[in-house]
């Protein structure tokens, strides 16, 4: 079976661009989490969904993030206008039943 | 807001030497993960203890649950370059967000 899929793998942009990262979760799958992960903050939750609906959102850093689940098999993160500190790596991750969480490759992003 | 702290940062030994790496919190989780990660790729789920005092074994590593769910080691005997990644040690789950420690960066040279 295929795993969590992110894409794009890596994303390099200008400061101020729109920046779209998507995920296509393991089927069958009701919870999804997006994460960053940088040297400095290590792991962070942003937000998670539980079949579709956003549950917890307090880890998104400000108004220019923003996830959307429009089913149970897409999620994408959009960052708007995007910045230099936004520069990291954005994990995916779904779970069935709240239970072991699987996650994507990542997107490795950089904002310049 | 709960934190794990995790140590060492770095560790950099030769193949076949024993490890332990630490990860400590002052808050109490229902349950405490290890991930690992390789460059390029996602965490990895290891194993997941539950109960006080719980220790799992999984060929070479041991993982050890404090008594008091606070604090948790991963010990890896005569270890090996396959064993070279990223630690993670990460609290809560199920219910609960998992909340993760920086991560211990394990270097195993042949």
Same mark, same amino acid.
């Given at each position: 079976?295929?795993?969590?899929?992110?894409?794009?793998?890596?994303?390099?942009?200008?400061?101020?661009?729109?920046?779209?990262?998507?995920?296509?979760?393991?089927?069958?799958?009701?919870?999804?989490?997006?994460?960053?992960?940088?040297?400095?903050?290590?792991?962070?939750?942003?937000?998670?969904?539980?079949?579709?609906?956003?549950?917890?959102?307090?880890?998104?850093?400000?108004?220019?993030?923003?996830?959307?689940?429009?089913?149970?098999?897409?999620?994408?993160?959009?960052?708007?206008?995007?910045?230099?500190?936004?520069?990291?790596?954005?994990?995916?991750?779904?779970?069935?039943?709240?239970?072991?969480?699987?996650?994507?490759?990542? $997107?490795?992003?950089?904002?310049? | $807001?709960?934190?794990?702290?995790?140590?060492?940062?770095?560790?950099?030994?030769?193949?076949?030497?024993?490890?332990?790496?630490?990860?400590?919190?002052?808050?109490?989780?229902?349950?405490?993960?290890?991930?690992?990660?390789?460059?390029?790729?996602?965490?990895?789920?290891?194993?997941?203890?539950?109960?006080?005092?719980?220790?799992?074994?999984?060929?070479? &590593? $041991?993982?050890?649950?404090?008594?008091?769910?606070?604090?948790?080691?991963?010990?890896?005997?005569?270890?090996?370059?396959?064993?070279?990644?990223?630690? &993670?040690?990460?609290?809560?789950?199920?219910?609960?967000?998992?909340?993760?420690?920086?991560? $211990?960066? &394990?270097?195993?040279?042949?």
């Amino acid at each position: 079976d295929a795993g969590v899929i992110q894409s794009p793998r890596h994303e390099v942009t200008e400061m101020g661009q729109e920046v779209t990262l998507r995920c296509k979760p393991i089927s069958g799958h009701d919870y999804l989490f997006w994460y960053r992960q940088t040297m400095m903050r290590g792991l962070e939750l942003l937000i998670y969904f539980n079949n579709n609906v956003p549950i917890d959102d307090s880890g998104m850093p400000e108004d220019r993030f923003s996830a959307k689940m429009p089913n149970a098999s897409f999620s994408t993160l959009k960052i708007q206008p995007s910045e230099p500190r936004d520069s990291a790596v954005y994990f995916c991750a779904s779970s069935s039943l709240g239970e072991t969480q699987y996650f994507g490759p990542g $997107t490795r992003l950089l904002v310049l | $807001t709960q934190l794990l702290e995790q140590s060492p940062q770095f560790l950099s030994i030769q193949e076949g030497e024993n490890l332990t790496v630490y990860c400590n919190s002052s808050s109490v989780f229902s349950s405490l993960q290890w991930y690992r990660q390789e460059p390029g790729e996602g965490p990895v789920l290891l194993v997941t203890v539950v109960t006080g005092g719980e220790v799992k074994k999984l060929k070479r &590593l $041991t993982f050890q649950f404090g008594d008091a769910r606070k604090d948790s080691s991963l010990h890896i005997t005569a270890a090996q370059p396959g064993d070279t990644g990223l630690y &993670l040690c990460a609290g809560g789950g199920g219910s609960e967000k998992l909340v993760f420690g920086k991560g $211990t960066k &394990l270097t195993v040279n042949p």
